[in-house]
T-cell receptor
Framework: DTGVSQDPRHKITKRGQNVTFRCDPI?????LYWYRQTLGQGPEFLTY????????KSRLLSDRFSAERPKGSFSTLEIQRTEQGDSAMYLC????????????FGQGTRLTVV | RKEVEQDPGPFNVPEGATVAFNCTYS??????FFWYRQDCRKEPKLLMS???SGNEDGRFTAQLNRASQYISLLIRDSKLSDSATYLC?????????????FGKGTKLSVKP
């Protein structure tokens, strides 16, 4: 499968725990995006990378959130001290650099904080 | 004003109907525009890009009005399989060098 893959698909955690999600983009894609989506809403931008450089972070991304893409390939999104409000679908997407290019999404990681 | 705003929906239409969705964006520097489709509990997938001169793909027609900062999607002869949420997406550059901003989406239900 050469699409965007995310792991895990589902995560249930207790409030206050830390969680980490992984995204493997399509191999030749330079850009990698993280989004959060809750029921009835469109995906909300969190952050994106061009290669290993994190170019922008949303105001939604509090200091409990951190994302990395150390070698410009896979990326991780960590949430520390999870809160119930963090419960959502976390989507990763990748695209070729610049231009009017399609972003391909992974199937997402559904986080439930209890 | 939100960066990308869409008709709230839901749109409930019979098979064969024509339905139109609207979207406005706030940043006049926006460069690229897309419509994505998202099925229930699935990831978003590109439906079509939107070009300045307007473009058509089968039963789907997309229009862009830069002066009004407005994008539309027209679906003709709607099918049951068109039932989904349609997301308007804007690539805002050069400020953020390629950030994709999504609208909240408009839900379409096509009934027999």
């Amino acid at each position: 499968d050469t699409g965007v893959s995310q792991d895990p698909r589902h995560k249930i955690t207790k409030r206050g725990q830390n969680v980490t999600f992984r995204c493997d983009p399509i191999s030749e894609h330079n850009r990698l995006y993280w989004y959060r989506q809750t029921l009835g809403q469109g995906p909300e931008f969190l952050t994106y990378f061009q290669n290993e450089a994190q170019l922008e972070k949303s105001r939604l991304l509090s200091d409990r959130f951190s994302a990395e893409r150390p070698k410009g390939s896979f990326s991780t999104l960590e949430i520390q001290r999870t809160e119930q409000g963090d419960s959502a679908m976390y989507l990763c997407a990748s695209s070729l650099k610049a231009g009017n290019t399609e972003a391909f999404f992974g199937q997402g990681t559904r986080l439930t904080v209890v | 004003r939100k960066e990308v705003e869409q008709d709230p929906g839901p749109f409930n239409v019979p098979e064969g109907a024509t339905v139109a969705f609207n979207c406005t964006y706030s940043n006049s520097a926006s460069q690229s525009f897309f419509w994505y489709r998202q099925d229930c509990r699935k990831e978003p997938k590109l439906l079509m890009s939107v070009y300045s001169s307007g473009n058509e793909d089968g039963r789907f027609t997309a229009q862009l009005n830069r002066a009004s900062q407005y994008i539309s999607l027209l679906i003709r002869d709607s099918k049951l399989s068109d039932s989904a949420t349609y997301l308007c997406v804007v690539n805002i550059r050069p400020r953020s060098q390629g950030n994709l901003i999504f609208g909240k989406g408009t839900k379409l239900s096509v009934k027999p």
